[in-house]
Every structure is written in structure tokens, then in C-alpha cells.
Nanobody, 122 residues
Framework: VQLQASGGGLVQAGGSLRLSCAAS????????MGWFRQAPGKERDFVAT????????RYADSVKGRFTISTDNARNTMFLQMNSLKPEDTAVYYC????????????????WGQGTQVTVSS
């Protein structure tokens, strides 16, 4: 499984970004997927997840109502639409494919993309 995240950048508070995660093969029909983020000096934290069927999504409380996770199986791409961005959203964002049970635990994700930097200025 190969994952490549892109779409990060610098944006002002209140703005929007859409992250993409390109995947190899039939990743999205095989694995539940997730987005995590890691700010400098902090742990890598769960952001959002989507089931392999695309039927169920879950979000961290800190992004609920502002971020939306989705997949386009025909394009082998996963997205994270981020609206109403805040300075505290600044982090490197990673996409990942889960092989374990817990959607919010990073250790249950086996395959990771390389990360894309998101910086939100105040």
C-alpha cells in the first residue's frame, strides 16, 4: 500500500484547504482510512476516519463540524476538506490505512503517507 498526501499550505484563520491522499490499488475498498496530524513537539493525533464502504465517518471533537473526510474510489483518492481553520490546526497532516481495531489509535494504522504541512496564521 502506498499513500501520498498533498494539498497543504499556508492559509489565514477562517480559511479553507482541501488535502488529498492518493493511494495505490484498491486501498479504499480494502482498508478503513484515516487522517492524523502532528504539531511540533506533540503526539500524532487522530483527526478523522472513514470506513472502507464510505458509509461511516468519525471526527475528533476539535474538528467536528469544520472538517469533512471523503473518498473517491474511482480516482483512488481520499480528501479532507478543512473549513474555518484555526491557528491550532497548524500541523503536519498524515493519511493512513488501518489494519487494527481502534480508529482513533495511530498504532492501529499500518500504512502511512509522508505528510503535508498545514500552517494557519492568525
Amino acid at each position: 500500500v502506498q499513500l501520498q498526501a498533498s494539498g497543504g499550505g499556508l492559509v489565514q484563520a477562517g480559511g479553507s484547504l482541501r488535502l488529498s491522499c492518493a493511494a495505490s490499488g484498491r486501498t479504499f475498498s480494502t482498508y478503513d482510512m484515516g487522517w492524523f496530524r502532528q504539531a511540533p513537539g506533540k503526539e500524532r493525533d487522530f483527526v478523522a476516519t472513514i470506513t472502507r464502504s464510505g458509509g461511516r465517518t468519525r471526527y475528533a471533537d476539535s474538528v467536528k463540524g469544520r472538517f469533512t473526510i471523503s473518498t473517491d474510489n474511482a480516482r483512488n483518492t481520499m480528501f479532507l476538506q478543512m473549513n474555518s481553520l484555526k491557528p491550532e490546526d497548524t500541523a503536519v497532516y498524515y493519511c493512513a490505512a488501518r489494519t487494527g481495531v481502534s480508529y482513533f489509535k495511530k498504532d492501529d494504522y499500518e500504512y502511512w503517507g509522508q505528510g503535508t504541512q498545514v500552517t494557519v496564521s492568525s
